[in-house]
């Protein structure tokens, strides 16, 4: 199975109001096979003109349970309580490859 990728870029503007979000989400990521390898911490950028505010990476089993993940009710509820807590959340969902390429 090939796993896939979320990758989201966010700027919270209100804190407490996403710490509802925060509290909900990773039992949504779990429920759904998947994982987070990157929530928040620090980056640096290496090249280009990204300027990353927060930086979360989360892996799932395949591409299709990541968007089962996004789809199901768990996560609907959590984003719910995320509304109007950011000023942008931008998410992306990336296949991975099958096998390390050696």
Known sequence: MTPAYIIVDMQISDMEQYKQ?????????KAAG???LVRGG???VMEGNWQPARVAMLRFPSFEQ???FYDGEMYTRARAKRAGA???FNMILV???AAPIV
Not at 21 to 29: G, K, S
């Open 21 to 29: 979000y925060m509290a909900e989400a990773p039992a949504a990521v």
């Open 34 to 36: 998947g994982e987070y």
């Open 42 to 44: 620090r980056f640096e």
């Open 66 to 68: 990541a968007k089962a």
């Open 86 to 88: 950011t000023q942008f």
């Open 95 to 97: 296949e991975g490859v």
